[in-house]
């Protein structure tokens, strides 16, 4: 009887592996944190909200995640971890009731150009073994229809120690590979201007040569007129036939120049390794201008774009190719595949079918598998990134989202929420860094860092569910309800940007006019065409100023100063005032601290352990040397500027004896976008995502040009920086500039002189023109998407 009673009270009694229910973050302080102690519901869904700069990333991502992978990577042994990133410990105190963390991020996916849709979500795998099973006629394996595998073969003797005897046997291998042999699986071939390679009338001792880098008295000059093939003083137009082949098209060749050993090669191999292989997007700003006028990528001939061999185009499945699978849109590959009924590979197409419904459930149907990775914006390709984890088994896993609801209509992030619910109610922990009202309000809990940005942030505001955020009277809370009101008044348009017969991917032959010298928005669900109209249709020219997703590019040597171009006056000015060099002023050159060569901190590699930094006991992480630290500029020191944040060093170079106009010019942008806070020295590798997008903003506006071509600037931007972002816009307006933004952001709708509205729907289903007016028009209207939820958002 007493044995039953004791049972029976030990049951009601919680299992001691059920009381972990929280994730307990104590005295956090990476980057501008401050001490922060939280408690995280595991099981969850949390949002951390706050402006931008606020702390939420550092949160997050390097401090909750970061512990995460590390402890992760432990589990390995030291010789596996010798392969893997190291990751340092966070500079935290406690972090307890960790679960493994999935970081789905906004990295724009690599540029490589074998890289496509397909290729990133293996949806191309099941793509090839499929045909190689199906296919016919029958072409070999899966290999047969990959564009990343080269047809290869070879035959020769093989020398075998068998017995004690040695035994010469003939051997032959061959590996059918799907890579068009032309194009080498790009899909495009390269077509050179060699009138932008080199001006015809003159000698190469007169600098003929126009590449960048071949300067007239360079290396690589030197080598061509040193090299004994071609005459140093004869125009190139009076080549002979020989002299011409040498010159553009030599294979690899020895040469002895001034007596010392180089390697001479044609002018358009030279290019093409040497510029063509490269990532556009991380070239120099002048060699991507050389590129971009001297080189034309045209569809390869051979393979029509599609990049596989004309073997692997012959397969087919009911009478469609690989390459023509791939191409579809995804919702209708989907159907295709659903409509296809072979037991002997049931799995594989079961797989397939819930891979292709993912691409569809989460918004991305419109896409083809054939779309290169680096085309995607970053919206796009973190939900690409979502794909793998959304059919995935694994439960009590931490996901952590940095703001899914980039590059989505309002109409799409209700599809989203339902997704992030989905992954909770799986018994995940869900952690996501938005802006959004909309995302905000599906939390259970909340995290409100604040209360302002950079030094000014980094302390916990809030804490507790959606309902007590409101009355918490932090920046968040307070414009969480924030609806921006449609004008009662639009500007008058000055002129009309006419385009005609827009065509680049799904546009259906669209004619429209842009109306100038007014703020333009172009709207409509993620994939209608907005971008593909605005980029492809508006000329890039010297009146045209485009900043669009691409994310800035900067190593921990990087800063705003450096960024921007802001140093270059601050070193003349301090150079100027003390009769020395300008390289002494910078911590890249010849002023840079000798132990840490300018980087302020020392490295010590640790081979699989995390590498340790410790700040310069010599510079005290001023990464300057002592000497030029002597030099001073309007009472203060080049270590002194930099450590300033943007608001005092545009007083500082306003007036007085420090006054310098061009640098007061480039802080006076910055301080326009919001970005009064940052030091000048700050490295770029610490800017949260909405800082960098600023940044890039604030070093445009400087350029000069009549239009200028925003997309989706409100991306990375708290609720009340939109409101500073919307008097930028007009501001600009203003001056006289027209302003044409590609935008989902409702205010920034509203505040619109005219709307363009693209749709009805996404991929084949939009591509049209649905609404040209007013936002008073198309919330009276109400007759697409975009209309509704305006309407919806302004409470008409």
Known sequence: MSTARSTGAQASEPHAADSHDLIRVHGARENNLKDVSIEIPKRRLTVFTGVSGSGKSSLVFDTVAAESQRLINETYSAFVQGFMPSVARPDVDVLDGLTTAIIVDQQRMGADPRSTVGTATDTNAMLRILFSRLGQPHIGSAKAFSFNVASISGAGAVTVERA??????KRSFTVTGGMCPRCEGRGSVSDIDLTQLYDDSKSLSEGAITVPGFTGDGWMTRIYAGSGFLDPDKPIRDYSEQEFQDFLHREPTKVKVNGINLTYEGLIPKVQKSMLTKDREAMQPHVRAFVDRA?????????GGTRLTAAARSSKIGGISIADACAMQISDLAEWVRGLDEPSVAPLLEALRQTLDSFVEIGLGYLSLERPAGTLSGGEAQRVKMIRHLGSSLTDVTYVFDEPSTGLHPHDIQRMNGLLLQLRDKGNTVLVVEHKPEVIAIADHVVDLGPGAGSAGGTVCYEGPLTGLRAAGTVTGRHLDDRAAVKPTVRTPTGKLPIRGATAHNLRD??????????VVVT????????SLVHGSVPP???VVSVDQSPIRGSRRSNPATYTGLLEPIRKAFAKANGVKPALFSPNSEGACPTCNGAGVVYTDLAMMAGVATTCEDCEGRRFDASVLEYRFGGKDISEVLAMPVTEAEAFFAAGEARTPAAHRILTRLADVGLGYISLGQPLTTLSGGERQRLKLATHMG???????????????HLADVEQLLGLLDRLVDSGKSVVVVEHHQAVMAHADWIIDLGPGAGHDGGRVVFEGTPAELVAARSTLTGEHLAAYVGA
């Open 524 to 531: 409509g669900v993620a994939g209608s065409g907005k971008s």
């Open 703 to 717: 350029d000069k040009g009549g239009v200028y071509v925003l997309d989706e600037p409100t991306t990375g931007l």
């Open 164 to 169: 004690g005897k040695t035994v010469k046997e």
């Open 295 to 303: 080189v034309t990528f045209t569809a390869c001939p051979d393979c």
């Open 510 to 519: 669209v004619d429209v006019d842009v109306p100038l010298g007014v703020l």
């Open 541 to 543: 020219g010297e009146d």
